[in-house]
């Protein structure tokens, strides 16, 4: 079974416009921690925004936000104010448990595309 | 600047020919990983490693091999074994002990069969 389904293979939205991006996700762990990566066609990852599944508040950074619904399992990003440049694939990612170094599962990513 | 470096950004291999990934990172970090990623999907998990000498398998480790013996490096071998190499490689390190640092990734290498 997946851990992080992201149902949403592609996204088309206006600048401006908000946006919001899927991802659910599966574990038996306590404590756990979830991330959202931005992959432009150029391929590198670039760290958007993490929520810990303790978090009370769900995590903003920028035009980033995290609607996180824990009994849902479920970990949408919200991108507000959607500009040109955030056309990329995003990704959602969970580490699993309380070791820091334990390795990320990915989600298989939605494709953004903001129109002018 | 800190940050990881992958080299070379684009690889061809022959057939039955092993080829090496290099990976080097001046942030410090203990843990590292290696991650594949296919045209439209997400990343894998090939190796990781939390700690210099030793390295851990991940859900595709077969047909590849990893070193981990100085903090700084971690390279990657694509052995002959591995029949459908053709893929975007990314390598990430991570810092500290706290939940919420992220991975930081390397540009990424870009392996094809010749």
């Known amino acids: 079974a997946q851990k992080i389904t992201q149902t949403q293979p592609g996204m088309f939205v206006q600048e401006k416009e908000a946006v919001t991006l899927d991802c659910t996700y599966d574990?038996?762990?306590?404590?756990?921690?979830l991330f959202w990566y931005k992959q432009p066609s150029s391929g590198e990852m670039i760290f958007l925004i993490y929520?810990?599944?303790?978090?009370?508040q769900n995590a903003t950074e920028g035009r980033y936000s995290l609607n996180f619904q824990k009994a849902r399992k479920s970990a949408n990003l919200v991108i507000s104010a959607s500009q040109l440049g955030d056309s990329a694939m995003y990704f959602c990612?969970?580490?699993?448990?309380?070791?820091?170094?334990?390795?990320?599962?990915f989600g298989k990513g939605t494709t953004l595309s903001v129109s002018s | 600047d800190g940050g990881i470096t992958q080299s070379p950004k684009y690889l061809f291999r022959k057939e039955g020919q092993n080829v090496t990934l290099s990976c080097e990172q001046n942030?410090?970090?203990?843990?590292m990983y290696w991650y594949r990623q296919d045209p439209g999907q997400g990343l894998r998990l090939i190796y990781y490693?939390?700690?210099?000498?030793?390295?851990q398998k991940g859900d595709i480790a077969e047909g590849y091999s990893v070193s981990r013996e100085k903090k700084e490096s971690f390279p990657l071998t694509v052995t002959s074994a591995q029949k459908n190499p053709t893929a975007f490689y990314l390598c990430?390190?991570?810092?500290?002990?706290?939940?919420?640092?992220?991975?930081?990734f390397g540009d990424g290498t870009r392996l094809s069969i010749l």
């Open positions: 990430a390190s991570r810092g500290g002990q706290a939940g919420n640092q992220p991975q930081h």
């Open positions: 574990t038996s762990d306590q404590s756990y921690g």
């Open positions: 929520q810990g599944s303790y978090d009370e």
């Open positions: 990612a969970m580490r699993e448990g309380r070791q820091a170094g334990t390795a990320l599962i």
């Open positions: 942030l410090n970090h203990d843990a």
């Open positions: 490693s939390q700690i210099v000498n030793d390295f």
